[in-house]
C-alpha cells in the first residue's frame, strides 16, 4: 500500500479475529517501528510480544487493573476484560524505559519518540492488511502489569496495540 493511502485509510479495528500477524510480519513491523525519529539513538522503546504464556499473567493483572480502576464493575465485567486480552489474535505492548538523567533528551522527548514507534507499526500493520487497535486504559498505568510484561514502576506503557483481522 502506497504511503499516504495507508495513512489516509487507517482507522481503529474495533474487532479483530484470528490470523494475527506471522510471524515474518511481525519481524517487519518491528523493525518498521524501530526506524522511528529518536533524539539521541537512545532507544527507549521495548516491543513486548505478549502470547503463550505470557498472556495469562497479562489478562490476570490487567482485570485487576480495572478492577481498582472501577470497583463499581461486577465480576463479569472484570472477566470480559481478560477474555479480551486472551483472545486477541495478537498483542505487542510498546514500553517506553526513559533515560532519566539524559542531559540532552528529556523524558518527554522518549516517550514522544517511543509513540512514534507505535505509529510506524500502526500503520505498517495496517497496510500489509491486519487490522489494529490502540488501547492504554488502566493496564497501562498498572504497576503489576508493568512487572507482568518485566518493566519497572516508573517505565510507562505507551500503546497496547491488538493485531489481527479486521471483523467489518
Ligand atoms: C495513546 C492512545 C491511547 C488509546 N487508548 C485507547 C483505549 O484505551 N481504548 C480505546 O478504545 N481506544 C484507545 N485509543 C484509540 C483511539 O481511541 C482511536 O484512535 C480513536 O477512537 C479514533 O479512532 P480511529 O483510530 O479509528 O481514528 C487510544 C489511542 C491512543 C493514541
Not at 25 to 35: D, M
Not at 70 to 99: F, H, N, Y
Amino acid at each position: 500500500m502506497e504511503l499516504f493511502d495507508a495513512i489516509d485509510s487507517r482507522s481503529s479495528a474495533a474487532r479483530l479475529t484470528a490470523p494475527g500477524p506471522t510471524g515474518e510480519h511481525l519481524e517487519r513491523l518491528i523493525r518498521a517501528a524501530g526506524h522511528a525519529p529518536d533524539h539521541g539513538r537512545l532507544k527507549p522503546w521495548r516491543f513486548i510480544i505478549v502470547n503463550g504464556g505470557a498472556r495469562e499473567p497479562f489478562a490476570r493483572a490487567a482485570a485487576n487493573a480495572k478492577r481498582l480502576r472501577v470497583p463499581t464493575l461486577t465480576d463479569e465485567q472484570v472477566q470480559l476484560e481478560r477474555r479480551k486480552i486472551m483472545q486477541s489474535p495478537c498483542i505487542v505492548v510498546i514500553g517506553c524505559v526513559a533515560k532519566k538523567d539524559d542531559a540532552k533528551v528529556p523524558e518527554i522527548e522518549q516517550v514522544v519518540a517511543t509513540g512514534a514507534a507505535a505509529q510506524n507499526l500502526f500503520l505498517a500493520a495496517h497496510a500489509l492488511g491486519y487490522g489494529v487497535m490502540w488501547k492504554t486504559g488502566a493496564a497501562a498505568y498498572d504497576d503489576q502489569v508493568k512487572a507482568a510484561l518485566g518493566l519497572a514502576a516508573d517505565d510507562h506503557i505507551v500503546a497496547i496495540l491488538h493485531l489481527g483481522t479486521r471483523v467489518i
